[in-house]
């Protein structure tokens, strides 16, 4: 089982990235996925959560209204659009494939976790 993210990287304030995760389309397509994120001396902390078909989806407070996750189910991947980037959302971000079939902001519920990538939101 592997899951590899990508997209991250240096923005300025306000601007956008857009993170992708690819995913074994075997283990992840009937299981709701999600995005989690640490930032440094913290700990991680939910992000957002898709559900198996794409038919629902949760997002933390603190990214609500800018943030928007998505997934395509024939190819196995995973998406995180970032706008109105914050310094505060400098982080490394993972992606995760859950045990059950819903949108969960649950860590514990994750099984699979991929390697992180990072996104550095300057001032």
């Known amino acids: 089982v592997q899951l590899q993210a990508s997209g991250g990287g240096l923005v300025q304030a306000g601007g956008s990235l857009r993170l992708s995760c690819a995913a074994s389309?075997?283990?992840?397509?009937?299981?709701?996925m999600g995005w989690f994120r640490q930032a440094p001396g913290k700990e991680r902390e939910f992000v957002a959560a898709i559900a198996w078909n794409g038919s629902g989806s949760v997002y933390a407070d603190a990214v609500k209204g800018r943030f928007t996750i998505s997934r395509d189910r024939a190819s196995g991947a995973l998406y995180l659009q970032m706008n109105i980037l914050k310094p505060e959302d400098t982080a490394i971000y993972y992606c995760?494939?859950?045990?059950?079939?819903?949108?969960?902001?649950?860590?514990?519920?994750?099984?699979?976790w991929g390697q992180g990538t990072e996104v550095t939101v300057s001032s």
């Open positions: 389309r075997r283990t992840a397509s009937n299981n709701g």
């Open positions: 995760a494939a859950s045990m059950g079939s819903a949108a969960t902001q649950l860590a514990r519920m994750y099984r699979y």
